[in-house]
């Protein structure tokens, strides 16, 4: 502590060396700091879960390239293969991720400026997995063969930069012509994606409320559900509620199209060939046909031929209502 006191008293420049010591300990950089590649090489990483290589010597650096559609990708799996002279040096090559870097990591840009996050150590073995997270809310599964990075990289322009750099402490004449095998597959999500789409009666859009196994799912597009067996329900003020049961599989686009029906209270009426319905003193034009109707009381007359008969309809909203007339006919025998 009197040391740290006696260096504000020495002025700003004693500051700073106590600051890059501190840095120096840590292992991370507390300050932007500029940086050259010997090149840069790109690494694609498909979406279908195919494994890409490239290889890189142990100055290069390592440029990701994520794929457009990040949908059911959680991160990426990088895994190294090192020659014998950097697998029997334990640390002989440093790698680090960096935010703020300018300018935008290039196949044609050898130059960086940038703060390093995360850094660590290669060398002691012949093989290394990287599991790096693309998602803060997503974390990614610990295992054994696998080293986790602690937090998410900067993702620039849809492209992570990986330095390479081999340790001050091994002869870099040692590992001039050592190539690095990298290879890249995308760790997918445990998800499925759904997608709803509403017809809406007469073209009229009105809003709604999904619910899948229970639980709002706003208005139910691009959800992503666990694979399985998810029962849906769609409820509004305006429409009528719609119950559906859908399969989810992990990493597929699934649409479901559901025709949404008005509100509106619908009378069904099945009756002879000839018969004439009125409500409320309306005629009905076409009885084969469902007829809407509002909520409430209504007077129901059928005609047919000389047969006539009133009957009082009571209807609420969301409900359908059948009318059915029939006529009996009695067959008796005479004997003369």
């Given amino acids: 502590m009197e040391d740290f006191k006696r260096s504000f008293r020495g002025g700003v420049p004693k500051i700073l060396t106590l600051l890059t010591l501190l840095s120096a300990l840590c292992g991370e950089s507390l300050f932007a700091q500029s940086f050259r590649a010997n090149k840069v090489v790109n690494l694609a990483v498909s979406t279908e879960g195919s494994s890409h290589s490239v290889k890189a010597g142990p100055n290069d650096c390592i440029l990701i390239e994520l794929p457009d559609d990040m949908t059911f990708v959680d991160g990426v799996e990088l895994s190294f293969k090192f020659p014998s002279e950097i697998a029997t040096s334990k640390g ?3 790698w680090s991720f960096y935010e703020g870097i300018f300018p935008s990591p290039s196949a044609g840009n050898l130059d960086y400026h940038g703060t390093k996050t995360m850094s660590g150590t290669f060398g002691g073995t012949y093989s290394m997995n990287m599991k790096i997270p693309l998602k803060k809310d997503v974390p990614l599964k610990k ?52 997608t709803i789409v509403p017809d809406y009666p007469a073209g009229k859009k009105n809003p709604y409320t999904v619910l899948v196994d229970g639980n709002i799912a706003d208005d139910g597009k691009d959800l992503l559900l666990v694979p399985g067996i998810h029962t849906l329900s769609i409820v509004s003020d305006y429409y009528r509620t719609e119950q559906r049961t859908i399969t989810i599989e992990q990493g597929k686009r699934h649409t479901l199209k559901i025709e949404l029906q008005s509100i509106v209270p619908v009378v069904r009426i099945s009756a002879p060939e000839g018969t004439r319905v009125y409500i409320d003193g309306a005629i009905v034009p076409n009885i084969q ?34 009318i059915s007339v029939s006529l009996d006919a009695d067959i008796s025998e005479e004997n003369y």
């Fill in 289 to 322: 046909s469902p007829v809407e109707v509002t909520q409430g009381e209504h007077n129901l007359r059928l005609v047919f031929g000389n047969y006539e008969t009133v009957k009082s309809l009571s209807v609420l909203n969301g409900r359908s209502y059948t």
């Fill in 92 to 94: 002989s090559v440093l």
């Fill in 143 to 194: 295992d054994i063969y696998s080293y986790l990075l602690p937090s998410v990289p900067e993702i620039t322009e849809g492209k992570i930069l990986v330095r390479m750099q081999l340790s001050a402490k091994y002869p870099h004449e040692k590992f001039s012509y050592t190539q690095i095998n990298v290879s890249a597959k995308p760790i997918h999500t445990n998800r499925g994606q759904l």
